[in-house]
């Protein structure tokens, strides 16, 4: 049987986009078995996913819409996670980025994709309201 749910898009063979986060899985990040939780590895998506959409709102941006997420494959303590960013689509206001979280594990030399999905931003002002995203402030390269 595949170990990947057949309404998974098929993993790339090696990160696609630009690096936005890189960081390492530590025992605080466990979940009560043992492995990472995935609260953690959402929220840092979700900041991978944040830092890359400032690019091209250039202004504050708050997550609207998490969506297509797949959990392919569990993280574990020592991994070195990397989280990629793609554009989507970019709107008036809010921009879609696929975030993807790949790890290498201790002792590994390859990267394994272990988690994806969309995540919507949408540009505020400083009262929260949305807000139009500025032409020619896109770094827009997928
Ligand atoms: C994000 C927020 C400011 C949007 O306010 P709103 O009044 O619903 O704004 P709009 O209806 O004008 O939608 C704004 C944009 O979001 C998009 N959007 C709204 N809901 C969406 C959803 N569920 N999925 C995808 N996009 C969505 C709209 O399509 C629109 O995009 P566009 O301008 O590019 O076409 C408001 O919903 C909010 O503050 N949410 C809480 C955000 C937050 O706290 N996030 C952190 C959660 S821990």
């Known amino acids: 049987m595949a170990d990947t749910p057949i ?9 696609e986009g630009e690096l936005s986060i890189r960081t390492l899985a530590m025992p605080a990040d466990t979940n009560q078995n043992g492995d990472i939780f995935g ?7 979700d900041l991978a996913g944040s830092i890359y959409a400032y690019k091209t709102t250039q202004s504050r941006n ?18 070195v996670v990397s989280v990629y960013a793609t554009t989507v689509r970019v709107g008036r206001t809010s921009i879609t980025v696929h975030v993807a979280a790949w ?27 949305p807000q139009t995203i500025r032409q020619g402030s896109s770094s827009v390269s997928a």
């Open 62 to 79: 708050v997550t609207v819409a998490i969506e297509a997420m797949t959990f392919r494959k569990p993280v574990y303590v020592g991994d």
């Open 103 to 129: 790890v290498q594990r201790r002792n590994e030399s390859k990267s394994i994709l272990v988690t994806d999905g969309n995540y919507t931003y949408v540009a505020v002002d400083d009262s929260g309201h």
């Open 39 to 45: 609260g953690w590895l959402l929220s840092q998506m």
């Open 7 to 15: 309404h998974a898009a098929p993993a790339p063979a090696a990160p």
